[in-house]
């Protein structure tokens, strides 16, 4: 750029300066409301941690005021009414925090209730449910009523059902059918 006077180029100074004024005001405006952005999203993030960490309080306090037989039918409920069984890896643990409750709490709850572990529990809810699918679907395959009722696998399944119910599930089919007849 050819600048003819001192003058001249004193104004294209004072312009360019005034140039990088504005947008170093204006960069810092936005990095203002980036940080006031910030910390309004950090707030509300404590107050819903907090918000979250009363209710789960307050659900832990109301069961360990229940007595370990309507925690039971308690806990019946809830693996009935979302079919819980069905997923090969559910846990204790896992189980516990949708109920609010400790996972020693639970399994003590099980154990004293059924006289079973938490792993002997859930398989025989398992087995009820392939029972029932026995029943109702006769022409469903084995494989796939292990597979629908949580079972990792159908030697899983085979072995669960003789211990819980003392016959393999075809075995379980035809007597459901002889009886239909």
């Not at 572990?117 to 084995?142: G, K, N, V, W």
């Amino acid at each position: 750029m050819y600048v003819s006077s001192p003058r001249t180029y004193a104004a294209i100074l004072n312009a360019n300066y005034n140039y990088i004024k504005m947008i170093y005001v204006i960069l810092s405006f936005i990095a203002l409301l980036l940080a006031i952005a910030f910390c309004v999203s950090f707030i509300m993030y404590i107050q819903d941690r907090r918000r979250q960490r009363s209710v789960q309080d307050t659900a832990r306090r109301h069961t360990l005021e229940i007595p370990s037989y309507e925690l039971s039918s308690w806990i019946d409920d809830k693996v009935a009414k979302d079919k819980l069984y069905r997923k090969p890896d559910m846990s204790a643990s896992e189980l516990a925090e949708e109920l609010g409750i400790s996972e020693r709490r639970l399994r003590h709850t099980i154990y004293t209730a059924y006289n079973k572990t938490f792993s002997d529990y859930l398989d025989d809810r398992r087995i009820q449910a392939a029972c029932r699918l026995l029943r109702e679907q006769p022409d469903m395959t084995l494989e796939a009523i292990s597979i629908e009722t949580g079972f990792t696998s159908q030697n899983a399944f085979h072995t669960a059902f003789i211990n819980t119910m003392g016959q393999t599930p075809g075995q379980y089919r035809i007597m459901i059918t002889q009886q239909k007849k």
